[in-house]
């Protein structure tokens, strides 16, 4: 068995879920390549070789390959790809995006967001947003394979001592081209590996009103989520979305503040170890799901929260 | 400009789905079916462009069974020219019809149709994929832009905002391109009844997945699809004081 792993990484440095895919291979069994494309690149390359379990780097580096685009990055993978028996990438938009792509110029049918390894062919991946769970067996000679990172532990990032060899890249497939990215910068940990995370839904009422939450999550060292309904209302961006069709989370801590629980939201946080749900509707399906449910108007009940932790 | 559609009828979201006690799959027997809620994006998304001046026919396409027509006259409800049913009995949730089958048909269906756009759902609520634009987009040798939010068409490109987890991405595509929507694409309007007596009357073919050469027996192996975990409701806690006592003590998460 040999698997390879398409890294994550901003251009500056890896990001944490990459772990987490490694963690998932080292349940497969066998070496374990990871991939590295961008631009300027080498520090990260160097990164991934220090990883534990981590036999070989291959670097991709290249100004065509800087902003991260399908059409640029599919053919090298589908170039690296007959050398192994499974090809990983994180389920995030990155691997998203970019892995089907690959899998279709393979002619191998990908297997998507998989929360448990079986054996090295067969995978449980969550269906219906989460309210069915499929095994599934591949036939494909090569496995393409996107990773849920919470569902997987991280390996450490330290102890290995992988070699990093070049890949040359020819050049551009010139048909699609960056424009420009709005980031959103901040603070606090990365939504998906944050060990708490306290999201608002509709109930917090404003863009203004956001704040509270933040302030809350801040108290604890924590990330900033949001539901489906708290992102159309135009309370915060697009990525502070947790759900079916946003971010899955699954930290030691989730604080739902206003937040109804529709099965789309709740497809995003129901592995969270321990979760908490502040509603002043004693309804509201979230307090079917939370370890400790405090019916209260969160206007009260989070300012008092912030004072007293 | 000519934009090609293809839609999934998939069980309505509102639906509690039941998996079968044999574990075979989800049961949709007597299930209320609807339009994928991300195509109903991408529908709407080309009838605005339509209204713009900037598209002159819109081809909705799907791939299931007979039943799948109430789709199709529902997408043509709302402004679709004509629509196209690849017929098959085989199921279209899992372990039937997947999205690399579902990928190259609609190559075949765009080789006889050269529409210069396709706008597609990034995903199916059924099977929760997210693979078959990018898939399409692979096999024409296509530019793909995915999880769009924002679609400006310009002369022979489009640029395509991106919803990303960083944030908000941009970039351009060489036309003819795949799009995928995500959910803040645009807010899909209902049909009007005298729209839905009208689309009664357009043009709808069926073809015979067989005509196009594909038979659509499945690579991934369906061992059996079962129910999630239950996670347990727990206690209702009185104030904000016993909250904080029972995080400290109890579950010793602060």
Request: hydrophobic letters at 45%.
């Amino acid at each position: 068995m040999s698997i390879l792993i398409l890294a994550e990484h901003d251009g500056k440095e890896l990001s944490p879920v990459t772990l987490n895919v490694i963690g998932a291979a080292t349940k497969i069994g066998g070496d374990i390549h990871i991939l590295v494309c961008g631009k300027d690149c080498d520090s990260i390359a160097q990164a991934a070789a220090s990883i534990s379990s981590v036999s070989k780097v291959i670097k991709a580096d290249n100004e065509v390959l800087e902003h991260h685009l399908a059409e640029n990055i599919a053919p090298i993978i589908v170039d690296l790809a007959k050398d192994y028996t499974h090809v990983l990438a994180p389920a995030t938009t990155f691997g998203k995006n970019i892995l089907p792509r690959a899998a279709a110029l393979l002619d191998v049918q990908q297997i998507s967001d998989i929360i448990v390894i079986e054996d090295a062919e067969t995978f449980k991946r969550p269906v219906y947003a989460g309210n069915a769970i499929a095994t599934v067996k591949s036939s494909d000679s090569i496995k393409l394979i996107t990773v849920r990172g919470t569902n997987f532990d991280p390996v450490e990032a330290a102890g290995g001592s992988a070699s990093v060899e070049e890949y040359s890249v020819t050049a551009s497939q010139d048909l699609s081209s960056f424009v420009s990215a709005e980031l959103s910068e901040s603070e606090r940990p990365e939504l998906t590996s944050a060990k708490v995370v306290v999201s608002g839904g509709r109930g917090v009422g404003s863009e203004e009103k956001f704040e509270l939450i933040e302030q809350l999550a801040d108290k604890l060292g924590g990330a900033v989520g949001a539901s489906r309904a708290a992102v159309d209302a135009g309370y915060v961006p697009n990525d502070y979305q947790v759900g079916q069709t946003g971010k899955v989370v699954a930290p030691e801590l989730y604080i739902a503040v206003g937040i109804s629980g529709a099965i789309q939201h709740l497809a995003g946080m129901k592995d969270s170890k321990v979760i908490v749900a502040i509603n002043r509707d004693e309804d509201a399906p979230i307090f079917s799901v939370a370890d400790y449910g405090l019916v209260a108007d969160l206007f009260d009940a989070v300012p008092e929260l912030i004072e007293k932790l | 400009m000519k934009i090609l559609v293809p839609i999934k009828r998939v069980v309505d979201y509102n639906v509690k789905i039941r998996v079968k006690s044999d574990q075979s799959g989800v049961d949709l027997a007597n299930v209320k079916m609807s339009v994928n809620p991300f195509d109903e994006i991408a529908v709407e998304e080309a009838v605005r462009l339509k209204e713009a001046g900037k598209a002159t026919e819109i081809v909705a396409v799907t791939i299931g069974p007979e039943k799948a027509q109430e789709q199709l006259r529902t997408a043509m409800a709302v402004g679709a020219d004509r629509g196209i049913l690849v017929q098959t009995d085989q199921p279209i949730d899992l372990g039937g019809v997947e999205p690399l089958a579902v990928a190259k048909t609609l190559k075949a269906i765009i080789e006889k149709e050269s529409p210069d756009l396709v706008i597609m759902g990034k995903q199916s609520i059924d099977d929760d994929s997210n693979q078959t634009g990018q898939m399409l987009a692979a096999l024409l040798g296509w530019a793909q832009g995915t999880f769009a939010s924002k679609l400006e068409i310009e002369d022979s490109s489009a640029k395509v905002t991106r919803e990303i987890d960083g944030g908000l991405e941009t970039i351009s595509v060489n036309l003819p391109a795949i799009v995928t929507t995500d959910l803040r694409l645009n807010e899909p309007r209902y049909a009007k009844l005298p729209d839905i007596m009208k689309a009664k009357k357009k043009q709808l073919d069926v073809l015979d997945p067989s005509e196009l050469g594909f038979s659509y027996e499945p690579r991934l192996n369906v061992v059996s699809v079962s129910e999630p975990e239950e996670r347990k409701g727990g206690i209702k806690v009185a104030s904000v004081d016993e909250l904080i006592e029972k995080l400290k003590n109890e579950a010793k998460v602060i």
